[in-house]
């Protein structure tokens, strides 16, 4: 069974920075896709930052060259490095991956929250 685990979250002031990780209970090469989204007060839940099985990263233009996401396949690990951060930033951040074919799925973690705030 797959699970996601989130931790990393926190208060932090604007202008600092964090790192998310999403561990992973089974081999991230598993997985097609994986990618942090996040849901602000009062709003829906967007995609932020996606990593594929090949390399490839992709941001929302809110979040590029300020946040870095990547993995570490030793681990089953994927990181999400939130620099340069600002009360625009605060919401649950939720990891998300994605095997894709008839055995495949989507799974999530339990979110974390961040909240950026003076």
């Known amino acids: 069974q797959v699970q996601l685990v989130e931790s990393g979250g926190g208060l932090v002031q604007p202008g600092g920075s964090l790192r998310l990780s999403c561990a992973a209970s089974?081999?991230?090469?598993?997985?097609?896709?994986m990618a942090w989204y996040r849901r602000a007060p009062g709003k829906q839940r967007d995609s932020i930052a996606a990593?594929?099985?090949?390399?490839?990263?992709n941001y929302v233009d809110s979040v590029k060259g300020r946040f870095t996401i990547s993995r570490d396949n030793a681990k089953n690990t994927v990181y999400l490095q939130m620099n340069s951060l600002s009360p625009e930033d605060t919401a649950v951040y939720s990891c998300?991956?994605?095997?894709?074919?008839?055995?495949?799925?989507?799974?999530w973690g339990q979110g974390t929250q961040v909240t950026v705030s003076s």
């Open positions: 089974v081999s991230i090469f598993r997985f097609t896709t």
């Open positions: 990593i594929y099985r090949g390399g490839d990263t």
């Open positions: 998300y991956a994605f095997i894709s074919g008839p055995a495949g799925g989507t799974f």
